[in-house]
């Protein structure tokens, strides 16, 4: 009996996709286990690791098939392709880890974003999945049992393989707990289990009650003098620190900036994540990166706070993912898109600022470094360091070039803060000046064979954690009271502290000990 349900056709089915993802779908896992086992003498796991995979695929195939039948098992088949073959295709090319703020990213990416990650690779992916499919779907020579039987086969098959499972487990689990407790990472590279585990996650989180918006710093006053504030916050975009010259790199990326006397440059200077979606929600927020989830977004940010004290609001977005909802409920927000080069964030600069004599923030958020698609994100003038990488398909790039390229989005950075400087210093006669740079996060290279940005914090590496960070002040003694602890450690969560503090407004949620300038 045993053999007969074994021997099913969809049990083959359900067997053959198990091993096809096994042998296909998790070339970076066990590249990744095997590089460890080996290192380590663990041969019993490098041996078995495949074999256990595969009876735990066809164990979590059966109960995820166990109320299908006939055409939706086809159809569920079909997903699970198409689900492994995406997932493997970025796990495999860049590295990425397909977890829940993964999804959150791509919720919030646009056409142009979404369309700068095709490639022949992708292409070559999703058409053999695209055949594979119309096989299983049209061609397979499958022969279905009553709904009974076939749910029976699937218990029987899931329950058989679980109990060998947790055999093979007791009599190994010395060697497997203490080998995935110190890698616990690798459990975020199994494909396509992770990867539908997080989108699960993801799709309950966005289902569940949302949490009641929240006011803060209701007691907020703010001090105001007769000479005016103003303060520009250039909002970096996938700028990491070990590329820029500012930070020691042997590269020239930052020449307009290393020449000035006037900035004060911080070397070590951390991330709140490492994707957009979360880095900027959470810099503005007053929550720390340790305090931060998806639902503190539903509190205000020090640009409510900000303006409710009658600071007045400019917010001016390149970013293609525009601005995480951070001046929704701000009047003066234009979104360029990413559509053109940076420099049309300093459009209209001059005239903005003359409309009104009053306290002024002024948020420029830039499409900055972002890849995979650098060579798009400067003018022609900027292509400095060659050769470079003209195309989003990095895998037919040299290190060489992908880094050139990246260093030219630094140069042109570079121009745009220079010049949003020297725009500041044009208006020192009325307004008493602050200039802030920092980037949301940072960016891989190819280092290690990870690619662009967005793996969880706990296993990123630091150039998606450590970001560039200057300030520029036309107050002398405020430049030399931040030059002397210019060397500490700081992160993104100082930013909202900072801002109360240079527009002196006083609320019970102001935290001295994290204001830069306290």
Same mark, same amino acid.
């Given at each position: 009996?045993?053999?007969?349900?074994?021997?099913?056709?969809?049990?083959?089915?359900?067997?053959?996709?198990?091993?096809?993802?096994?042998?296909?779908?998790?070339?970076?896992?066990?590249?990744?286990?095997?590089?460890?086992?080996?290192?380590?003498?663990?041969?019993?796991?490098?041996?078995?690791?495949?074999?256990?995979?595969?009876?735990?695929?066809?164990?979590?195939?059966?109960?995820?098939?166990?109320?299908?039948?006939?055409?939706?098992?086809?159809?569920?088949?079909?997903?699970?392709?198409?689900?492994?073959?995406?997932?493997?295709?970025?796990?495999?090319?860049?590295?990425?880890?397909?977890?829940?703020?993964?999804?959150?990213?791509?919720?919030?990416?646009?056409? @142009?974003?979404?369309?700068?990650?095709?490639? !022949? #690779?992708? %292409? &070559?992916?999703?058409?053999?999945?695209? =055949? *594979? $499919? +119309?096989?299983?779907?049209?061609? @397979?020579?499958?022969?279905?049992?009553?709904? !009974? #039987?076939? %749910? &029976?086969?699937?218990?029987?098959?899931? =329950? *058989? $393989? +679980?109990?060998?499972?947790?055999?093979?487990?007791?009599?190994?689990?010395?060697?497997?707990?203490? %080998?995935?407790?110190?890698?616990?990472?690798?459990?975020?590279?199994?494909?396509?289990?992770?990867?539908?585990?997080?989108?699960?996650?993801?799709?309950?989180?966005?289902?569940?009650?949302?949490?009641?918006?929240?006011?803060?710093?209701?007691?907020?006053?703010?001090?105001?003098?007769?000479?005016?504030?103003?303060?520009?916050?250039?909002?970096?975009?996938?700028?990491?620190?070990?590329?820029?010259?500012?930070?020691?790199?042997?590269?020239?990326?930052?020449?307009?900036?290393?020449?000035?006397?006037?900035?004060?440059?911080?070397?070590?200077?951390?991330?709140?994540?490492?994707?957009?979606?979360?880095?900027?929600?959470?810099?503005?927020?007053?929550?720390?990166?340790?305090?931060?989830?998806?639902?503190?977004?539903?509190?205000?940010?020090?640009?409510?706070?900000?303006?409710?004290?009658?600071?007045?609001?400019?917010?001016?977005?390149?970013?293609?993912?525009?601005?995480?909802?951070?001046?929704?409920?701000?009047?003066?927000?234009?979104?360029?898109?990413?559509?053109?080069?940076?420099?049309?964030?300093?459009?209209?600069?001059?005239?903005?600022?003359?409309?009104?004599?009053?306290?002024?923030?002024?948020?420029?958020?830039?499409?900055?470094?972002?890849?995979?698609?650098?060579?798009?994100?400067?003018?022609?003038?900027?292509?400095?360091?060659?050769?470079?990488?003209?195309?989003?398909?990095?895998?037919?790039?040299?290190?060489?070039?992908?880094?050139?390229?990246?260093?030219?989005?630094?140069?042109?950075?570079?121009?745009?803060?220079?010049?949003?400087?020297?725009?500041?210093?044009?208006?020192?006669?009325?307004?008493?000046?602050?200039?802030?740079?920092?980037?949301?996060?940072?960016?891989?290279?190819?280092?290690?064979?990870?690619?662009?940005?967005?793996?969880?914090?706990?296993?990123?590496?630091?150039?998606?954690?450590?970001?560039?960070?200057?300030?520029?002040?036309?107050?002398?003694?405020?430049?030399?009271?931040?030059?002397?602890?210019?060397?500490?450690?700081?992160?993104?969560?100082?930013?909202?502290?900072?801002?109360?503090?240079?527009?002196?407004?006083?609320?019970?949620?102001?935290?001295?000990?994290?204001?830069?300038?306290?």
């Amino acid at each position: 009996m045993p053999f007969k349900l074994l021997a099913s056709h969809s049990q083959r089915a359900i067997a053959l996709l198990a091993l096809g993802i096994v042998a296909f779908y998790n070339i970076t896992f066990f590249s990744k286990l095997f590089h460890f086992a080996i290192n380590e003498e663990n041969y019993l796991i490098a041996l078995s690791s495949p074999f256990i995979l595969m009876l735990m695929l066809v164990c979590i195939l059966n109960v995820l098939l166990l109320l299908t039948h006939k055409t939706l098992f086809k159809v569920m088949l079909v997903t699970l392709i198409f689900a492994g073959a995406l997932s493997s295709y970025f796990i495999d090319t860049f590295g990425t880890i397909i977890d829940t703020n993964m999804y959150t990213n791509m919720m919030q990416t646009d056409s @142009a974003e979404i369309l700068d990650l095709f490639t !022949t #690779k992708l %292409f &070559i992916y999703l058409g053999c999945a695209s =055949l *594979l $499919s +119309f096989w299983v779907l049209f061609k @397979a020579p499958f022969a279905f049992s009553s709904y !009974t #039987k076939e %749910f &029976i086969q699937k218990a029987f098959v899931a =329950l *058989l $393989s +679980f109990l060998i499972i947790a055999g093979l487990y007791m009599s190994l689990s010395k060697s497997y707990s203490t %080998f995935f407790r110190n890698h616990n990472e690798l459990k975020m590279y199994i494909n396509p289990a992770y990867p539908i585990a997080s989108f699960v996650k993801f799709v309950y989180a966005k289902l569940k009650p949302k949490p009641t918006f929240m006011a803060i710093a209701m007691d907020a006053t703010r001090q105001s003098s007769e000479k005016k504030k103003l303060v520009v916050f250039v909002l970096g975009e996938t700028a990491r620190a070990r590329n820029f010259q500012l930070n020691g790199y042997d590269v020239p990326t930052n020449p307009l900036l290393s020449k000035r006397d006037d900035i004060v440059n911080l070397p070590n200077f951390a991330s709140c994540g490492t994707a957009t979606a979360i880095s900027v929600p959470c810099m503005f927020s007053k929550f720390s990166r340790n305090d931060w989830s998806d639902d503190k977004a539903y509190t205000e940010n020090i640009v409510d706070v900000l303006a409710r004290t009658g600071v007045r609001i400019i917010w001016r977005d390149n970013n293609s993912g525009a601005d995480k909802e951070i001046a929704k409920r701000m009047s003066d927000v234009v979104q360029y898109g990413g559509r053109d080069f940076d420099s049309v964030l300093l459009k209209d600069f001059q005239a903005n600022i003359d409309k009104q004599y009053e306290d002024t923030f002024i948020v420029l958020h830039q499409e900055g470094s972002h890849g995979p698609t650098y060579f798009k994100r400067y003018p022609e003038a900027f292509k400095k360091f060659t050769p470079t990488c003209d195309t989003q398909e990095l895998d037919k790039c040299t290190q060489e070039q992908i880094v050139n390229t990246y260093n030219n989005t630094i140069l042109y950075t570079d121009y745009i803060v220079n010049e949003t400087i020297n725009l500041l210093k044009a208006n020192e006669d009325k307004y008493e000046t602050t200039l802030i740079y920092i980037s949301d996060h940072g960016e891989s290279l190819g280092e290690n064979g990870v690619y662009l940005h967005g793996l969880p914090y706990m296993i990123a590496p630091e150039d998606q954690k450590h970001v560039p960070a200057l300030f520029y002040f036309g107050d002398k003694a405020k430049r030399e009271f931040l030059h002397v602890k210019a060397n500490e450690r700081f992160s993104q969560d100082n930013l909202f502290h900072t801002l109360l503090g240079l527009f002196a407004v006083k609320t019970s949620e102001y935290k001295p000990t994290l204001d830069l300038l306290h």
